[in-house]
């Protein structure tokens, strides 16, 4: 088996060539001759056509030209793109990445499904232990305590998966099948990083809400409670909202960097920055439109569950709502919500995941012509590689 199929940057640190994207059917280089100068201008035209065959690594004319599926014989067909996993190697289009994430979750499913119904397993069996054990005697607290109690591990397993998820998909881009245990072996190594990534990105976010909101705050802890100023000063804090959600698309693909390039924390942010630039209002559409999806889907998939934990437990309800006994809820019910809760997340965290790695690789096709690595390092003999299979041909690409 190869190496980890990560992807380094170019020159490990080189920043986006807008504009310069070279062209995809450029040759590969050749072994044994050097490459020419990236400046030297193009030889003049002879005004002679090239022969068939005469390009480095074609024995015919390139692929799609010539008799055409349809047309009743020959003609001038566009060459389609090669796509030797989930999705093609090319700039993708909302429906190619959308595809592209259910595609994965479909072929892999043995992994990316049992990868996150365990996290999901933890998780709610994590809250609804602490709602048990907290059996609403805090009142109206009792929601925040029990988040708080069950958010660190949530958080830790969180990334865990998000780790081993962006593995699979770097595979799944090149056809290759991978197992749990490979995706753990890839991933390991830059989980701390990881987890450190996640915890900075959630506290520049989460500082610039706090700052936006720290004169209301002050404000009604002075115990002044003046209506129309108190209306002014949560407008001002709302206005931190979009600042936070701002820089939070801009550091969106900051994770995916850091898994794939086997970066710093704080490279993988400034990487981010560069490949969100100018693509903010895109990206940030899809990853909304991802998240309503995987909401519309979770919520039908939990609903059921939530309104048969309703049924089983409403007696039980009534009864501690006479003994004034609000503030919890029955254990049937509990278990019955968090099954439907581990249904839910097994299916939408992979979605979701999923989605973000294809636009950090959407994004890198877009502005460094990744998609000419990939299709060598998957081993297409037109693009270079050495064909399927082949464990002696060259490593996988480094995202």
Not at 29 to 41: F, H, K, N, Y
Not at 291 to 313: D, E, K, L, N, R
Not at 388 to 393: H, L, P, V, Y
Request: proline residues 10%; contains cysteine; aromatic residues 4%.
């Amino acid at each position: 088996m190869t190496d980890t199929p990560g992807w380094a940057s170019p020159g490990s640190s080189e920043p986006p060539r807008d504009g310069a994207r070279p062209s995809a059917d450029a040759p590969a280089a050749v072994p044994g001759q050097s490459a020419p100068p990236q400046d030297t201008p193009p030889p003049p035209y002879s005004g002679q056509q090239p022969a068939w065959g005469t390009r480095p690594g074609h024995g015919g004319p390139p692929p799609g030209w010539g008799p055409q599926p349809g047309h009743g014989g020959y003609g001038w067909g566009v060459p389609q793109s090669p796509k030797p996993g989930v999705i093609p190697l090319r700039p993708l289009g909302l429906g190619e990445i959308l595809d592209g994430a259910v595609s994965t979750v479909r072929k892999h499913w043995r992994v990316t499904l049992g990868l996150a119904l365990g996290v999901a397993v933890v998780q709610q069996g994590a809250s609804l232990g602490a709602q048990l054990a907290v059996q609403g005697d805090t009142g109206d607290l009792t929601p925040v305590l029990t988040a708080l109690i069950s958010l660190p591990l949530s958080m830790l397993l969180g990334v865990v998966a998000s780790a081993l998820l962006t593995m699979v998909v770097s595979r799944a881009i090149l056809g290759q099948a991978v197992s749990i245990g490979d995706a753990w072996r890839d991933a390991r190594p830059r989980l701390l990083q990881l987890l450190g990534l996640t915890l900075l990105t959630g506290l520049i976010a989460g500082g610039i809400v706090l700052l936006g909101f720290a004169p209301l705050i002050g404000y009604l802890v002075a115990g002044a409670e003046e209506p129309a100023i108190v209306g002014l000063l949560v407008v001002v804090g709302l206005l931190s909202l979009p600042v936070a959600v701002w820089i939070g698309i801009q550091l969106s693909l900051a994770a995916p960097a850091l898994m794939l390039e086997k970066q710093g924390v704080i490279t993988a942010l400034s990487r981010s920055r560069r490949l969100v630039n100018r693509s903010w209002w895109r990206i940030c559409g899809i990853t909304v439109l991802s998240q309503i999806i995987a909401a519309v889907v979770g919520g039908v998939i939990s609903t059921p569950f939530t309104i048969a934990g309703m049924v089983i437990g409403f007696d039980d309800f009534v009864g501690q709502v006479d003994a004034g006994q609000s503030g919890s809820m029955p254990a049937a019910m509990l278990v019955t919500m968090a099954i439907g809760g581990v249904l839910s997340s097994t299916v939408t965290l992979p979605f979701t995941a999923t989605i973000g790695v294809l636009l950090y690789v959407d994004q890198r096709i877009r502005r460094e012509a990744l998609d000419i690595e990939l299709a060598r390092a998957a081993g297409l003999p037109e693009h270079g590689g050495t064909g399927w299979g082949d464990q002696a041909g060259p490593a996988p690409a480094r995202l």
